[in-house]
């Protein structure tokens, strides 16, 4: 089964500063996908960024990059420019290459991030 | 649709009655879940439909809990005799199955238990 970390359950930064939010997963697969999801007050689960285990570049989506370490079985999202907008709930996931069950998709237990004015 | 779908938004109900909540998947999309989230934690997963394949049911905390879903279609969740520990948001997720693996998910059921 795999399990995923995140030891930081709360972050407070400063509007306009860098923020990251560590992760870090066991599992013995080759070949799987890791997320970073954004859940706001509305409950809304929102994809921020993806990972395919087996590039080794590090993927980007505007003001979000991640660290992957692929040896080191860790995943940290970082945001740049930090935004009011940004205060939610992000979970890191790991998901099995098409296969599921109860060890398919798996989430850390979040980390709360505030941004403040 | 374009998103799945989860309805009620909120459900409050009380002690010891049954609820049932539902999800509908984005079209196409062979693989489902249920996950809880309980206030203020992560998500905990309940059940796993992938097209015909009999369901991934370990995550049921107890018989009370029951899910079905027909074929690729609509799912519904169900809690009898609903206990004030039940209460939290249920989340339903679908994802194609195949390589690209994204899930997708609902915005949840907020169901409270008085």
């Known amino acids: 089964a795999q399990t995923v970390t995140q030891s930081q359950p709360e972050m407070s930064v400063q509007e306009a500063e860098t923020v990251t939010l560590s992760c870090t997963y066991d599992?013995?697969?080759?070949?799987?996908?890791l997320f970073w999801y954004k859940q706001p007050p509305s409950r809304q689960m929102i994809l921020v960024i993806r990972?395919?285990?087996?590039?080794?570049q590090n993927a980007t989506e505007n003001r979000f990059s991640v660290n992957f370490q692929k040896a080191a079985k860790s995943f940290s999202l970082k945001i740049s420019d930090s935004q009011l907008g940004d205060t939610a709930m992000y979970f890191c996931?790991?998901?099995?290459?098409?296969?599921?069950?109860?060890?398919?998709?798996?989430f850390g237990k979040g980390t709360h991030l505030i941004i403040q004015p | 649709g374009a998103g799945v779908s989860q309805s009620p938004s909120n459900k409050v109900t009380e002690k010891g009655k049954d609820v049932e909540l539902r999800c509908d998947p984005i079209s196409g999309h062979t693989a489902l879940y249920w996950y809880r989230q309980r206030l203020g934690q992560g998500l905990e997963f309940l059940i796993y439909?992938?097209?015909?394949?009999?369901?991934?049911k370990s995550g049921l905390p107890s018989d009370r809990f029951s899910a079905e879903r027909t074929g690729e279609s609509v799912s519904t969740l169900t809690i009898q005799r609903t206990q004030q520990e039940d209460s939290a948001v249920y989340l339903c997720?679908?994802?194609?199955?195949?390589?690209?693996?994204?899930?997708?998910f609902g915005q949840g059921t907020r169901l409270t238990v008085v």
């Open positions: 599992t013995s697969e080759n070949n799987y996908y």
């Open positions: 990972q395919e285990a087996y590039k080794q």
């Open positions: 997720a679908s994802s194609t199955g195949q390589e690209h693996t994204e899930a997708f």
């Open positions: 439909f992938q097209g015909n394949s009999a369901p991934d």
């Open positions: 996931a790991f998901m099995k290459h098409w296969r599921g069950g109860a060890d398919g998709l798996t």
